[in-house]
């Protein structure tokens, strides 16, 4: 510790905040260590956390530089003793830096994140969904509410000569209508295929139909592409709370059109990459839920694997939805995050373990 604060220009040691047992798994070594610019940091913190108390190496200076786009997070608490280890329950995907957003925010509090896949899609419909790509003229524009649906947009634009049309008209003319969106996530991926978005702040369908019903209604539907699971509340919130322009009793609504372009099935690995997890590291200090749906097959299995010690878990969301799944099953609720991001999911998971940290 001393050493690194004589030479403080010098690499920190290679340590890896994500542990070994992902090998096991046949999981990716991206899943299992930190990359990227915040990788350096991310080990000068699990180095910290593995010392006795006295405080990070690392000076709020130093810091500030590795990550001088955007503000750092404070440093965990001096009187932490051990990394703290937390499970997200969600896929990994490599972002610009080449690691997982959501393992890099938590290393950056010195939390060492495991990421396992709890859910799997298979798509549907998509020669239907393509015949209605093809046609902008008879849509008002798009509503994209999960990266899965954007996903399928984009294997419809893989088939025969779909792509060359696309980028040479079709793009064009989707573009000159409103395409909303959840979650900067998923903006990214319709960004992605070349369509500008709108209402991507929305941390849910419900947020983007209010969003939705605030703009001047079209008289042509929305298309919808959706999964199997989805929720009814922005269809409803769109056909009887419209807030028209001129407003009326006549008043119609937003007319949609959903189509069905995937279906949520259990992962098939994920009992045994929760018994292996559990069997190498122990209980984790927090598990992060990201959908209703992955909560429904994880939750026997993680119940069973933690026994009586399911009590000492901090159960989190990524949103409010996925909140209220927990407390439907009866389990409490530590933190749901302000944003589904992974900045704001970080910092309330850091909170909700470390209350006390300066």
């Known amino acids: 510790m001393r050493e690194l604060r004589r030479r403080p220009l ?31 940091l991310g080990s000068a913190l699990s180095v910290a956390a593995r010392q006795p108390a006295g405080g990070n190496p690392e000076s709020p200076p130093r810091r500030g530089r590795l990550l001088s786009a955007s503000p750092a997070p404070p440093a965990p608490c001096k009187d932490c003793q051990a990394i703290m280890k937390v ?4 896929d990994p995907k490599e972002d610009d830096c080449g690691q997982d957003p959501y393992v890099r925010e938590l290393g950056l509090y010195g939390l060492e994140a495991t990421l396992i ?18 046609h902008p003229e008879g849509y008002g524009g798009l509503i994209f509410t999960s990266p899965r649906a954007v996903e399928a947009v984009e294997r419809c634009l893989q088939k025969d000569t779909k792509a060359e049309v696309w980028k040479k008209s079709l793009k064009e003319k989707w573009n000159a209508k409103s395409v909303y969106v959840v979650g900067n996530a998923t903006a990214s991926l319709v960004n ?4 500008h978005t709108e209402g991507e702040t929305c941390g849910n369908a419900e947020k983007l139909a209010e969003y939705i019903c605030s703009r001047e209604p079209s008289a042509l539907p929305l298309l919808f592409p959706c999964g199997t699971l989805k929720r009814e509340i922005l269809p409803k919130m769109l056909k009887d709370k419209v807030k028209c322009v001129s407003w009326s009793p006549l008043c119609p609504g937003i007319p949609l059109e959903s189509v ?16 292996s997890y559990y069997t190498q590291q122990g209980v984790p ?40 799944a927990l407390a439907a099953q009866g389990l409490p609720v530590s933190c749901t995050a302000e944003s589904p991001t ?17």
Do not use: M
């Open 285 to 324: 200090a927090s598990i992060t839920f990201f959908s209703p749906s992955g909560l429904t097959h994880s939750l026997q299995h993680i119940q069973e694997l933690s026994g009586d010690s399911i009590g000492q878990i901090k159960f989190v969301a990524i949103g409010p939805t996925t909140a209220h």
């Open 260 to 275: 069905t372009v995937y279906q949520t099935i259990p992962h098939p690995g994920i009992q045994g990459n929760l018994t």
């Open 117 to 134: 896949p709890v859910l799997s899609f298979e798509f549907l419909s998509l020669p239907s969904l393509s015949e209605k790509l093809s």
């Open 87 to 90: 499970l997200l329950l969600k």
């Open 10 to 40: 010098d690499p920190p040691p290679r340590v890896q905040v994500t542990s070994n047992w992902g090998r096991g798994l046949g999981l990716s070594s991206w899943q299992r260590r930190p990359r990227g610019k915040g990788a350096a």
């Open 342 to 358: 992974p900045r704001a999911l970080a910092a309330g998971i850091r909170t909700t373990l470390q209350p006390h940290t300066c």
């Open 192 to 195: 992605r295929i070349g369509l």
